[in-house]
């Protein structure tokens, strides 16, 4: 599987480690989010950044958490995880001077496994930025699955960022607020989390915002 990293500006001339963002769909996004990325830090709202960016392969099966009976193939998801946790990381931070903090990004599909993973295994990131997420898949089967994880946690110190354009589909939106509605419920003391939707945008538009905003979200302390 190919990936792409960026390092920011001074990487060579410095000593310093830096947080890490995982980005998934990563060959399709890596341009415009190393642009926000870029911008963001040269004006003090983030802190540089080292991105990985994850080419997908078979979004269907990578990225889906169960299985579909009328997609043989799909249910991928822990596996998916299990190679970021147990080669990717371990490579980049083995290859680069990376901080312990990292961010998980994804869209669609990518962003149904954002979710998942922050409800799988939590300690892997800290911060997780969910773009216009596929939570129709399975009968809304991370709804329950939400419900279930954030009761059993009375704190949680992590930052979650949901986002979703205003002309997506309107299930796409109705999911979503589903599933924002389990967070107000339940949310554990110490979670950051916010919902937006882009007004304007559709379902491919939305992301070069929601990564904007997301990622000045996460450092909103910086400042």
């Given at each position: ?27 399709q996004n890596i341009w415009h989010v190393a ?180 990622l000045k979200f996460v450092f909103a302390d910086?400042?």
């Amino acid at each position: 599987r190919s990936i792409v990293v960026t390092l920011p500006e001074g990487y060579d001339d410095s000593e310093a480690h830096y947080p890490v963002l995982y980005l998934l769909d990563g060959l399709q996004n890596i341009w415009h989010v190393a642009g926000s990325a870029e911008l963001l830090t040269r004006t003090g709202h983030i802190p540089p950044l080292i991105i990985v960016g994850i080419k997908s392969v078979n979004r269907m099966r990578d990225f889906t958490p169960s299985a579909a009976a009328e997609i043989p193939y799909s249910g991928g998801g822990d596996t998916f995880l299990e190679f970021i946790s147990g080669e990717l990381m371990p490579l980049i931070e083995a290859t680069y001077r990376t901080h312990p903090f990292r961010i998980l990004e994804g869209h669609s599909l990518g962003g149904l496994f954002t979710a998942h993973a922050l409800l799988t295994k939590p300690a892997l990131f800290d911060a997780y930025i969910v773009m216009s997420p596929a939570f129709w898949w399975n009968q809304e089967a991370m709804v329950p699955k939400a419900t279930a994880f954030f009761q059993k946690r009375p704190a949680l110190n992590k930052s979650v960022y949901l986002s979703i354009g205003s002309e997506d589909g309107t299930g796409m939106r109705h999911e979503l607020t589903r599933f924002v509605e389990v967070i107000k419920e339940h949310a554990p003391a110490g979670l950051r989390w916010e919902h937006r939707e882009m007004d304007g945008e559709g379902h491919m538009s939305a992301p070069l915002r929601i990564n904007y905003f997301g990622l000045k979200f996460v450092f909103a302390d910086m400042q």
